[in-house]
């Protein structure tokens, strides 16, 4: 992953927070490089609340296979409401981004998962 063609997000924002694994961070260059196309076309700042996750964080131990965080394809982008939520779901449409996961504070994005079927749309209770 090369950091320097991502324009508007940091390794930090994109690492691990489950304090485990000292921030590690396995993001996938071209997921990254769609996720910077979105901000770009959204032209305001996103907040990442979830990047990629390592084995050991809580969200991918419960699972029985791996997912699409931890394939450092997919993101959680705080929202605020329901127009800044729809901005991001259309904007990700547009840009081929075909996992989308819609909750109260966040939308979930990702470009592939490696055991779910895509595209997809769901959301969250």
Request: aromatic fraction near 8%; hydrophobic fraction near 35%.
């Amino acid at each position: 992953m090369n950091w320097n063609n991502i324009r508007f997000f940091s390794r930090k924002e994109l690492a691990c927070k489950c304090g485990n694994c000292d921030g590690k961070e396995q993001m996938q260059e071209a997921f990254m490089i769609q996720l910077d196309r979105l901000r770009e076309r959204l032209d305001c700042p996103l907040t990442i609340t979830s990047g990629y996750r390592c084995p050991l964080h809580p969200e991918e131990a419960k699972k029985d296979h791996s997912g699409a965080h931890a394939n450092g394809t997919a993101a959680d982008i705080a929202v605020s409401g329901g127009k800044e939520r729809y901005e991001v779901i259309s904007v990700a449409m547009e840009l081929g981004l075909v996992g989308i996961g819609c909750a109260n504070s966040f939308v979930h994005i990702d470009s592939q998962h490696p055991y779910a079927a895509r595209p997809a749309f769901w959301k969250y209770s």
